[in-house]
């Protein structure tokens, strides 16, 4: 009988690497809510490495984008914290908005893909992530236009993170999004947005 031969690991791109930031989704500390093992898992299967970090304030949000020389080869920005339209709560008492967010960034997002896995963020107007993007120099920016909810959201964000690792074109990284999860992105008003405008649509 033939041995089944062990297929060898995908070799990490530079595309195989996320910062994360996470923001406090509730005033209890005790709370333990997280999306960090939704990057042990992928970093587990050999498909990413990833930088994660906390951040309960605007000074720590800021402190962590400007720690460029650690993560230059992270070509994923992932967000994950409570949002609003054009918004993101870093907290639940404090609220920073995307030309805030541009002011900070400093060069942090040139070159990458941002992804706001926050409710309603990415509900902002056009011209709001354009100028998002021409002040930071991000390839994209994606997120949601809805209200989401925890297990959808992780599901979807698993997915997205995988695929966004795998597919360095925008366009193949949308069609393979839309032929397997359509449904979930309708659910969520998951929008992908370039410097030509929305994409996938």
Not at 145 to 167: M, N, P, Q
């Amino acid at each position: 009988m033939k041995k089944r031969m062990k297929k060898s690991p995908r070799k990490l791109r530079l595309l195989d690497k996320i910062l994360c930031l996470e923001g406090e989704w509730s005033a209890d500390i005790r709370s333990e809510e997280s999306v960090k093992p939704l990057l042990e898992i992928l970093q587990r299967r050999g498909e990413i490495k990833y930088i994660y970090r906390r951040c309960g304030t605007r000074g720590e949000f800021a402190y962590y984008l400007q720690q460029k020389k650690y993560y230059r080869d992270c070509q994923i920005v992932y967000l994950s914290f409570h949002g609003a339209r054009g918004k993101l709560k870093i907290s639940p008492h404090e609220v920073i908005t995307l030309p805030e967010i541009a002011d900070l960034a400093h060069g942090a997002f040139k070159n990458k893909l941002v992804y706001f896995g926050s409710c309603k963020t990415l509900r902002a107007v056009d011209e709001q992530l354009k100028d998002f993007l021409k002040k930071t120099g991000a390839a994209a920016v994606a997120g949601y236009t809805k209200d989401v909810g925890w297990i959808e959201s992780s599901a979807f964000e698993l997915l997205f993170l995988y695929w966004a690792a795998y597919y360095k074109k925008p366009a193949y990284l949308l069609r393979k999004l839309a032929s397997r999860y359509s449904r979930l992105q309708r659910l969520m008003g998951f929008r992908y947005f370039t410097g030509r405008g929305p994409r996938g649509r």
